[in-house]
C-alpha cells in the first residue's frame, strides 16, 4: 500500500487532526454487555440473556457486546474495539489504517515493544512462539504507530510466515456463591480454542489473539536496527 493511500484510509480527531488506529475504541462505543450478562439456566455456562447467534464465534466463545461507532466521542488509544480488532486479526488488516497488512515473501509485518517480544505481557514470547493481540501493519502506517500508540516503547518489527489464530483474550468468570450470579476469577486472561471447553464456557472475549510462527526480525523504517535475522524458526 502506498503512504497516500494509507493517508486517505486514516481517521483523524480534534482541530490537531491527530491520527486515530483503525481498531482504537472511542468513548461512544463503551457499553453493550453490563446486566445482560448472566448465567445460563442449567448453569453450564455465560450468556447475555437476550443472546443471539451474532454473540458467539465459530468455537462457541462468547464475546463482549460493543456498540459500533468509530468516530463518536474521543479515541481511546489504550484500548481496542473488540469487533474491528477481530476483523483484522482474521483478515490481516493493517491496525492502524484497516487497510492490507505488509506482506512479503518473509511474511507479515507485525509491531510491538522490545520488551513484550522477550519478557511477556500483551505478547508473550517463550522462544517457541509469540501470542500477539495487536494486528499486523502496512509499511507507510509504522512511524504513525510509533509516534502515537501509547503502548509502543522501544518498539521492534518482525514479519511471520504464518500467523494463525490461536485463541482469545478476556475474561474468566465463574458462579458467584450459591451459583448465584458471576464471580470474575481473572482479567487480561488468555484461553487456547479448543483445550479447555470447560473454561470456555465461562469465558467472555475481547481480543482475538495470533500465534506468530517463522518469525525474523525487520529493521525499523528508516533505521538499520533489528537487523533482519530468526527470532523463531518454528513451524
Not at 494509507?6 to 490537531?16: D, E
Request: net charge positive; proline share 9%.
Amino acid at each position: 500500500m502506498s503512504v497516500e493511500s494509507a493517508r486517505a484510509r486514516l481517521r483523524t480527531w480534534g482541530p490537531r487532526r491527530m491520527p486515530v488506529p483503525y481498531v482504537a475504541a472511542w468513548s461512544g462505543e463503551v457499553g453493550g454487555t453490563g446486566r445482560n450478562l448472566t448465567v445460563r439456566a442449567d448453569g453450564s455456562g455465560l450468556c447475555y440473556r437476550d443472546e443471539t447467534p451474532a454473540d458467539r464465534d465459530q468455537h462457541g466463545v462468547l464475546w463482549a457486546r460493543t456498540r459500533r461507532a468509530a468516530g463518536v466521542g474521543r479515541p481511546n488509544y489504550g484500548h481496542q474495539h473488540p469487533i474491528r480488532q477481530r476483523q483484522a486479526m482474521r483478515a490481516l488488516l493493517c491496525q492502524v489504517c484497516g487497510g492490507p497488512a505488509s506482506r512479503t515473501s518473509r511474511g507479515w509485518l507485525f509491531l510491538m515493544p522490545n520488551q513484550e517480544a522477550s519478557e511477556g505481557g500483551g505478547t508473550v514470547f517463550d522462544g517457541r512462539d509469540i501470542w500477539c493481540t495487536k494486528p499486523p501493519v502496512c509499511q507507510p502506517c509504522v512511524p504513525q504507530a510509533i509516534a502515537h500508540c501509547p503502548h509502543l516503547k522501544n518498539p521492534v518489527t518482525l514479519r511471520s510466515r504464518r500467523p494463525r489464530i490461536w485463541g482469545v483474550y478476556g475474561d474468566q468468570y465463574a458462579p458467584g456463591d450459591g451459583g448465584r450470579g458471576l464471580t470474575c476469577l481473572e482479567t487480561d486472561a488468555y484461553l487456547p480454542y479448543g483445550q479447555l471447553p470447560n473454561a470456555a464456557r465461562w469465558f467472555l472475549a475481547t481480543q482475538l489473539v495470533l500465534e506468530l510462527t517463522r518469525c525474523t526480525a525487520e529493521p525499523l523504517p528508516g533505521t538499520t536496527s533489528n537487523t533482519p535475522g530468526t527470532v523463531g524458526t518454528y513451524s
